[in-house]
């Protein structure tokens, strides 16, 4: 089965456009480098939790949307691999495409698929 990369992240909600632009362009570095699909989500029904939830897991503030997303890859070699060379493409550099985001309070993690219907 196909291996994910998920990922949760608090995004100023003034930086939708620019999150976009930026999740565009990783995208097409992401399938350069072996990913099957990209998906990205702003969150627009995301409600507090009493002891967990996305908002809370992102330290949210009042003025930040929940953003969930994904990266489909074939296996977790490929993904290996391409991960490897995506953290080094010179697009995805801090000093050339700054992430609008605060990237110490996104969430993420590599997942094997056990079901896909």
Request: a negative charge; one cysteine or more; glycine letters at 6%.
């Amino acid at each position: 089965m196909n291996y994910i990369d998920g990922f949760v992240a608090a995004v100023p909600t003034a930086n939708k456009e620019a999150y976009i632009h930026h999740a565009r362009l990783a995208a097409a570095v992401f399938r350069e480098h072996g990913a099957l699909r990209v998906t990205e989500c702003w969150g627009d029904d995301v409600p507090e939790g009493q002891l967990t939830s996305f908002s809370m897991a992102v330290k949210r503030k009042p003025d930040e949307a929940v953003v969930f997303a994904w990266i489909e890859w074939p296996s977790r070699e490929v993904r290996d691999r391409g991960m490897e060379k995506v953290m080094n493409d010179p697009r995805l550099q801090s000093d050339t495409n700054p992430m609008p985001f605060d990237g110490k309070r996104m969430i993420y993690g590599g997942f094997s698929m056990v079901l896909d219907e």
